[in-house]
Structures are given as C-alpha cells and as structure tokens.
C-alpha cells in the first residue's frame, strides 16, 4: 500500500493536499474533496496491459458506491492509437458511465503525433504542461493531432517544477534520486519539486472537480463529462488566439473569468 516511487503521492498532493506541513504553503486545489486511490504501478512506475484492465474495470463496477466523479492519470502508453486500443475502449466505458477521465498528453518533447494512450481516447481530456515560468508551453510536452485526426492536447496546466507532497511512510525512490542528485529539489520535509505533464494533469483534474461543484451548486444535479468539457474551455485562457491547436489546446485552465 506504500507510494514507494512518490509519484502518485505527488500528484495526489497536487489535487487533495491540506499543506498542512508547510503551514498551507503547498496546499492543493480541493484540500477537501474524498481521494480514492488505486495502485496499478510498481516501484519503478511500471505496468502491464492487463493490470491496468483491471484497475478500470474495478473504477467501472465501485464508481457509484465511491462516488467517483472524476479519474486523474498520470500514467500513458506512448504509442499512435485512432482509440480502438483495449486501454482507450475501456476508459471510454467510464466515460459513457460519467465519469470525466483526465489523463497526461505524455513528455515527447512536443513532437507532434506523440499524444499518449489513454490521453488520445476521443472522450479524454488530455492534458499537455504550460511552463510558469517561462510562459510557454513546455517545451517536453507532447502534441498532436491523434491517430484519427483529433486536435489534442485539449488545455494545459502548470507542469514545470511543481512542489507537491512526497511520502512519508517510506523514503521513495523520487527522494532519494532528488536528495543524491538534486538536493534543491527538496523543498522542506514532506516536499519535492518535479515537471512533466503527470503533474499538469491532476491540475487539470482539480479543475474539473471545481466545475461539477459548480454545476451541482448552480443546478442541484451533476455535469455530464461534455458540459464538464465546456466548462473547462470556458475556464481557459488560450495561448493560441486563433484557436485551439496540436500545442496547446484550449489553452490554460484558470477559472472563471
């Protein structure tokens, strides 16, 4: 049960941390929402096929005595898929279920075509990384379009050393790489900083958690994953006036403006 790589830990921290070791410094986006976490990798972040089969297929039948209403992966399968793969047509069952499902558009170095599985599934938000500090889009994130022509990533969120949670029931293999190499990566005890899009998505996922609360509050009934999508698009300031694009998508989600 223990985060021993760090990285789901971080990217949990990112959505549902209280900060309360940084006296809220390092807070995440709804330090109030329920977390249900499902443990598919191993420690050198590892998976196979069939594993992750079965860990959406157990989101697919607990999703409503969990009350799951969105998934955040910072996980992905480099390959081309025009969204016939096993991965992408099960993550479209929860889409069709209601479940909005956010996922990394992948760390190809914005090569285009290089949208990762499930990120590539039509119904997915993908989910690319904007550097904070430079103000561009990072220059690691993947690109479309998808094997089927789709325009993706759909929106960006901040990817470029983010500081987030590390665990603390065990000293993680992200730690110790960090501490022997990368010491200023350590913020203080309980946080590491870290870029990729695995850490642009759950960003992105919180959001998406912002706007079925919004939805609920404003109409007493939840959003589809489509009008979650259109509320996020309305929540974004584009990078690309012309439109959306292989690069960046709709743009950053910020929230309402």
């Given amino acids: 049960w223990m985060d021993r790589l760090g990285h789901g830990t971080m990217t949990a921290g990112i959505i549902a941390s209280s900060g309360v070791m940084s006296d809220g410094m390092y807070m995440g986006l709804d330090p109030g929402v329920r977390l249900v976490d499902i443990k598919a990798f191993n420690a050198s972040g590892v998976s196979e096929i069939p594993t992750i089969l079965s860990a959406l297929e157990w989101v697919y039948d607990n999703a409503k005595a ?49 949208i990762n599985v499930p990120a590539s599934a039509p119904g997915v938000i993908a989910v690319g990384a904007w550097d904070p500090w430079l103000h561009e889009v990072a220059y690691f994130s993947s690109a479309g379009p998808t094997a089927s022509g789709r325009v993706k990533p759909d929106f960006l969120g901040p990817g470029v050393w983010v500081t987030s949670d590390i665990p603390v029931t065990t000293i993680s293999v992200m730690q110790e790489w960090d501490e022997e190499y990368m010491p200023q990566l350590i913020k203080e005890p309980g946080y590491v900083m870290d870029s990729g899009t695995s850490f642009a998505t759950p960003y992105v996922a919180a959001m998406a958690v912002k706007a079925i609360q919004y939805y609920y509050d404003t109409y007493h009934a939840y959003p589809t994953p489509q009008e979650v999508y259109q509320i996020l698009i309305s929540w974004s300031v584009p990078v690309n006036v012309a439109g959306k694009d292989i690069f960046s998508g709709y743009g950053i989600v910020v929230g309402p403006h």
């Fill in 66 to 114: 969990y009350g799951i209403k969105v998934c955040s992966f910072s996980w992905g399968i480099p390959v081309a898929s025009n969204g016939y793969d096993p991965i992408s047509i099960a993550v479209e069952q929860l889409v069709n279920e209601g479940i909005t499902i956010v996922a990394a558009a992948g760390n190809s170095y914005l090569f285009p075509g290089t």
